[in-house]
């Protein structure tokens, strides 16, 4: 007879160990070396449970046991019954410690998924040795800029030695944990990750200041940290799909929600400290005159606007004399 179904011990993955192949019903699961499949679980009874045709369709039934059989959220008691078509999703089952998985032979296959570990070994690498070579100077060139000429020489060995520890220790991290969750290491995967995260990094770091330099728009520079907790969110949401690709639906939302709640506390701590969203109350990144795009601003111009500016300032100082001065006469009268 051909095969009817296929029930699978699958581990914490979802990765099949074992496949007794179903020819005839019913099906019997237990200890005993007389069931069909065989399981080596002191947490599951001698005979606990058979799996029978009936109407057209499964009926699962419990035999005689303490610890029942749990399906999804419901856990089946002796004599208890579930029972759901051959064409359905594979049922899915925990016995004592041991996790079941039958599949129907009529079950309707979902499409097969690419499998980026097809490509070739040069192909994969390519890319990673670029966003490497392209993170390594921009950090190179940031180090030249800020460096005195003495000093550049043990700035940039630094440089490069701190770089090869931060790569090794993060992805070695990333690494260890893919491997105990999935069995493979994926390091290829999160050194991408981690070199493309470092360029968007330092991307959205200094090209927000650079055009709002060029285009007197000082609220890009102001805000420009939305950006930076985007990429991060971004980047932690590739690490862990390196770690579990089953969920990517549930690791978008965690790291959407993560990177919103990030935003909404600076914002709110901005607040507290300057009385404004954005963190800075004015540029501080100045670059050279052959960047600028914007028209240039009359004296006669910027003169009214500083002069729009007095009497706030003046009203702040108010209160800040003000409070000074209460301050003041609190500790004279102490």
């Not at 909404?264 to 600028?292: C, D, I, K």
């Amino acid at each position: 007879m051909g095969a009817l179904a296929v029930i699978e011990t699958v581990d914490r993955d979802g990765q099949a160990r074992h496949a007794v192949i179903v020819r005839r019903w019913p099906l019997r699961v237990g200890r005993a070396l007389d069931n069909h499949l065989v399981l080596s679980d002191s947490y599951v009874a001698a005979h606990h449970f058979h799996v029978e045709a009936a109407d057209g369709g499964l009926q699962l039934t419990v035999d005689e046991t303490d610890n029942g059989v749990q399906i999804g959220r419901r856990r089946l008691r002796s004599g208890e019954q579930h029972r759901w078509a051959p064409d359905e999703a594979p049922l899915e089952m925990i016995v004592g410690r041991t996790r079941l998985r039958l599949r129907c032979a009529v079950e309707v296959l979902p499409a097969e998924l690419p499998l980026a570990g097809l490509a070739t070994r040069s192909r994969r690498w390519v890319p990673s040795l670029v966003a490497a070579c392209v993170l390594l100077a921009a950090l190179l060139f940031i180090t030249f800029l800020d460096t005195d000429p003495d000093a550049l020489g043990r700035a940039s060995a630094g440089l490069l030695l701190a770089a090869l520890a931060t790569t090794a220790l993060w992805c070695g991290l990333w690494a260890m944990l893919s491997k105990t969750f999935t069995r493979q290491a994926r390091f290829g995967w999160h050194l991408r990750v981690f070199l493309f995260a470092g360029i968007a990094g330092l991307a959205v770091d200094h090209v927000p200041s650079l055009l709002a330099f060029a285009l007197s728009w000082s609220w890009l520079s102001s805000f420009d940290f939305i950006a930076l907790y985007a990429v991060a969110a971004l980047a932690l949401y590739y690490h862990l799909l390196g770690v579990d690709l089953t969920r990517p639906r549930f690791l978008r939302i965690g790291a959407a929600a993560g990177a919103a709640f990030a935003m909404a506390l600076t914002l709110w701590s901005n607040v507290q400290r300057n009385e404004r969203f954005g963190e800075e109350l004015y540029m501080s990144h100045l670059y050279a005159p052959v960047f600028r795009l914007a028209p240039a601003v009359s004296l006669d111009r910027y003169l009214e606007g500083v002069a729009a500016l007095q009497s706030r300032l003046d009203e702040k100082a108010k209160l800040v004399a003000g409070g000074d001065a209460t301050e003041g006469r609190d500790g004279d009268s102490d």
